[in-house]
């Protein structure tokens, strides 16, 4: 179970690592058809775009990315709380 609850943290990390970089290119106005650069937007986008569309940005200050980290910290701490629970039922 131990295997398990790392690798999902690993997974929600590097998963809001991603964001993170999301942020810092738009902000630094990288060229968005740069592979990796595509790559960070193509897979941020899907949770980001969820957020932006429930979280209206504030002036010119998009707070969806924040709101998308603490959300996804919540859910590893809800998953990591569930396989916890898990493993001390079944050992």
Partial sequence: ??????????????????IIANVLLSLLRINP??????????????VLGLFRKV?????????SPLVAILALQVLQY???SILVAISRMLG
Avoid: H, N
């Fill in 1 to 18: 179970m131990g295997l398990i609850k790392t690798l999902i943290d690993v997974a929600f990390e590097v998963y809001i690592v991603l």
């Fill in 33 to 46: 058809y740069q592979p990796v650069v595509r790559f960070i937007y193509e897979i941020t986008e899907p």
């Fill in 55 to 63: 979280i209206p940005p504030i002036g010119v200050l998009d707070i």
């Fill in 78 to 80: 809800l998953i990591d």
